[in-house]
């Protein structure tokens, strides 16, 4: 757990930081969507009836990167008599580059997804747009490590890894609230391994990302006033996709072997969705990018489930499956 000289409370700080920021910026960012026409139309495969403004991509970026700036700046005037803002002053310093690349990383994603929103993108650009995300990752050195002996190996596995993620996410926001508060839980699950293993910095981030997406669930679910959309539904994917990588779950002297699988229980249902889904429309003859009705949560509909329920039971099986990475 966290060590006597970094406090539970500056972790709680950013976990609210980034929910009342997100909370507020919501209705703001509603309000420029319809304005500017940012809004997600009734149509095929949609469940609502009425036009429903795209603002939660940038709700959730505000909540993200509003109060990261602020502490840096904060930090950067600290007068360094408190350990746990020291801690965090030097990890910042220390990691800066990376932390700029991962926020430019988050703004680019983010403006990626808006382009898909406004101009539904074709496949082949949204996935080139998403890979030069990635590699801006990996050029900041954001990539994984474990067990990869090769350096360009490392850059490839990062930026498949990176794709994955993003899309699964993308292919979860099929009902309100799931995207949202799959990633809430992710994030949720970071923060406390990070956090265990004495990493300031990336635990603090993950509840910052976790309470921005707190911060918008409310204006989503279980009715919507506000969407995800595509952008949001990206930059979900890209954050756990990097908090996936930041911190080392496996150290050989410390932690059992299987603890290198962490992210994939934290991150079990996206994937095993995206796994589902791609596997039936390539074995349906489908492009594997084009949405159908087949992901677990229309299914439990199926069944007989509210939209509502399967959330909600979609949401527990997550955080049952990420839970057992703490065994």
């Not at 409370?9 to 304005?35: E, K, N």
């Not at 979860?172 to 809430?184: R, Y």
């Not at 796994?275 to 074995?283: D, E, P």
């Not at 509210?306 to 990420?322: N, P, Q």
Request: aromatic share 8%; with cysteine.
């Amino acid at each position: 757990m966290p060590s006597p000289g970094f406090p539970y409370t500056a972790y709680l700080a950013a976990l609210a930081a980034g929910a009342v920021t997100a909370y507020v910026a919501l209705p703001l960012w509603r309000r420029w969507c319809l304005r500017t026409g940012l809004v997600d139309h009734p149509g095929h495969r949609k469940i609502h009836a009425t036009p429903v403004p795209l603002a939660g991509g940038l709700a959730v970026l505000s909540g993200l990167l509003l109060p990261l700036i602020g502490a840096a700046l904060l930090l950067s005037l600290w007068p360094g008599t408190e350990s746990a803002a020291t801690a965090l002053a030097q990890g910042m310093s220390q990691r800066a580059a990376q932390i700029a690349a991962i926020a430019a990383g988050a703004m680019g994603i983010t403006l990626l997804g808006m382009l898909d929103d406004r101009h539904t993108m074709t496949a082949t650009r949204k996935f080139t747009g998403q890979a030069a995300v990635a590699v801006l990752l990996v050029a900041a050195d954001v990539r994984v490590t474990l067990f990869v002996p090769s350096v360009a190996l490392s850059y490839a596995i990062t930026v498949l890894w990176v794709l994955t993620v993003i899309n699964a996410f993308n292919f979860m926001d099929n009902m309100n609230g799931l995207c949202a508060g799959l990633g809430a839980i992710g994030a949720f699950l970071f923060g406390v391994f990070a956090a265990a293993a004495d990493q300031y910095l990336v635990a603090s981030l993950a509840f910052l990302m976790c309470g921005a997406l707190l911060g918008f669930l409310p204006h989503n679910f279980p009715e919507a006033r506000a969407f995800l959309g595509d952008s949001g539904s990206h930059l979900v994917g890209y954050m756990l996709a990097v908090m996936a990588i930041l911190p080392p779950f496996h150290r050989p002297e410390q932690t059992p072997p299987l603890a290198v699988l962490t992210p994939l229980l934290v991150l079990a249902v996206p994937l095993a969705d995206i796994a589902w889904v791609v596997l039936l429309r390539l074995r349906m003859g489908k492009p594997f990018y084009v949405g159908d009705l087949n992901h677990l949560s229309h299914r439990l509909v199926r069944r007989g489930l509210t939209k509502r329920d399967a959330v909600l039971l979609i949401w527990l099986l997550a955080a049952l499956i990420g839970s057992l990475a703490l065994l």
